[in-house]
């Protein structure tokens, strides 16, 4: 394993410990990186992550002819894995994930915050009805109050998912006990993986020191 993975005392959590992830994510959260090297840079993020929080997906056997024998081999099974990034913001992520898992189908759900009570409704949709037996992959790079991804993972469970995965840059402490507070006594599988948990949240709901607003860095200012 290249990667060691930090596993953190809140619900399933990974905070994915390596030098190239921590050099990256610093370069991310200067104020001077343009939305240029933002992108690269969370795309190359999101493949590091990705590797970890792809550790449990399901595979099954298959019979392989090297030029020099015959043996056993494995594939991704099916049905395919399902990645969902949020938009805006978790738009900036799905490059990433797909160079790691081509064979992933995308749903797309877009959900707006509101910046004075920081509450998040959907304003689109387009994922399967039936996700049942399926590994879901949800991209979002900031887990701050939690809201958005509580709304998001919801509404996968609802469809028949019960293996979660969210995919975050960054997390806040305030959001992460969120989740374990939503999913720590439900029988599903819900899994965070991240590049680092910060200090706390602002009274305007951003992480602490964080990296601003991901989807003003990554697309530019609305
Ligand atoms: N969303 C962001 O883009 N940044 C934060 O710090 C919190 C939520």
Redesign the pocket.
Known sequence: MWGAAVACPVMHTICVDHPLVAHKLATLRETQTGSVIFRALTEELVMLLAYEATRGLATCDVQVTTPVAPMQGVHLARPRPMVVPVLR?GLGMLAGMLQLVPIAEVGFVGLV?DEDSLEATTYAERIPSDLSGRQVFVLD??L?TGGTLITVIDSMLARGARDVTAIVL?AAPEGLARLAEAYDHRDVEVTLVTAAIDERLNER???VP???????RLFGVV
């Open positions: 913001a915050r790079p900031m701050a960054l709901g951003y992480i964080g990296l601003g607003d991901a989807g003003d």
